[in-house]
DNA sequence: ACCTGAACACCGTTCAAGT
DNA sequence: ACCTGAACACCGTTCAAGT
């Protein structure tokens, strides 16, 4: 018995599960980049038109990944503190954002909301009105939130790649932009337990967030509305 | 004389230049995912293999579209108002990528700042430390603005092709996610000059806006620094 | 009725043949 | 030396032929 029969014979038939969750490990190991129908067929040892069973097309596949990491995101934990509950979760989304590097990305180009984002902004929203905010102040702070409510850190470029922290700082490059060398050589000063180039991701995205959700409780104290200028 | 001698004669010699304004035109006029190297070919009335004498491969011509949108951003006004002059200047590159939909996914998908993206975030920064904030905390507010000091809204979908902003609310919809349902009631409801179902997308971004600038602002008064938490 | 291999209409890019 | 058409190694997806 060849190898090939071998698997062919204790092969456990595709359901549309297994299909999203092997797509999911796959982008994992190799890059959503490098994960195509095709390849994501072979890995799974089936035809590339057997996936087309399980799912419309390959953007379906990729709605279908994308909420299963949405999925990975703890749900809102118990509690008074609506910025406790709000913040905690969000730092839950941006963890498992970390776990699958191409998830923000697939996310952000699905045309619509999927079902797990919604449920999640759905839940989002209850805790801000939970907390006391109004329908239309929470309107805001969700467009306000935007992508941060999924844990995006909202950056241009991830500075853990950049070519900033990989090395001494270049001269020429400092001349040309003298104040983003400025900045580097600070943070390069701050404390020195980052492990890069001197950008802690992790303080920039609390700093940007508690910033928000202080934003946000003032305006809820002050009884904002719409009507007025923040 | 058939009409592809006539065009062959007075042919203008290619140059990167042309090669990247016909591309800005043609990703406006046809959208960037069916921009190809060799629909772009056909625009300019050559063979593909022309433009790579020109542009080193596609990346290397999308690095250069994006530089050519961020080179329509109006300059730093002068003024002794920094909050003023970085949200002008905010709100001009909102205008450029409103005019091009297609440049934020472009300038995001790059996978490290191109030339014209570090000139504009030097010039920002400056603007930051004119304005009398630490170098410290420049460097995390640059970190907190992120991809809005180049205009990008930072929601997670685009809320005027929403399926929400056309017709009339789906019950059934609102049923299984009644905090949203709520929200876009509440939307619908605020003054009624919206154009679309309820999102005034300026609003929404001025709002989130002036709610960092000013929270700078009071950081900057108390003479925040990253020693201390926000 | 079901499955699937070949085919279609594309890509970006290489490369060698032609001028 | 330069230009360029054909070719390569891929895509996602259609479709008809085979069982």
Redesign the pocket.
């Given at each position: 018995m060849t190898r090939q029969e071998a698997t062919h014979a204790q092969r456990i038939p595709l359901n549309r599960d297994r299909v999203l969750r092997a797509a999911v490990v796959l982008a994992d190991a190799i890059g959503i980049e490098a994960l195509?129908?095709?390849?994501l067929a072979q890995e799974l040892d089936v035809?590339?038109?057997?996936l087309?069973?399980h799912v419309a097309?390959?953007?379906e596949l990729l709605d279908g990944m994308a909420d299963a990491v949405v999925g990975e995101v703890d749900p809102p934990a118990a509690g008074p503190d609506w910025q406790r509950v709000v913040r905690d979760r969000i730092l839950s989304a941006r963890r498992a954002l970390l776990r699958h590097p191409w998830a923000a990305r697939v996310i952000e180009s699905r045309t619509g909301p999927t079902p797990a984002v919604l449920a999640y902004l759905d839940s989002m929203a209850g805790t801000f009105r939970g907390g006391g905010l109004s329908a239309d102040l929470t309107h805001h702070v969700m467009h306000a939130m935007g992508s941060r409510l999924l844990g995006f850190s909202q950056e241009l470029f991830d500075t853990s790649a950049s070519a900033a922290s990989a090395g001494p700082p270049d001269p020429a490059l400092a001349a040309a932009y003298p104040h983003i060398a400025e900045l580097a050589s600070t943070a390069a000063h701050d404390g020195g337990t980052t492990p890069n180039g001197g950008c802690d991701d992790q303080f920039e995205f609390e700093f940007a967030l508690d910033l928000l959700l202080n934003g946000f409780e003032t305006l809820r104290r002050e009884g904002w509305t719409s009507t007025r200028t923040p």
């Open positions: 195509s129908m095709r390849r035809v590339p038109m057997a087309y069973k097309n390959k953007e």
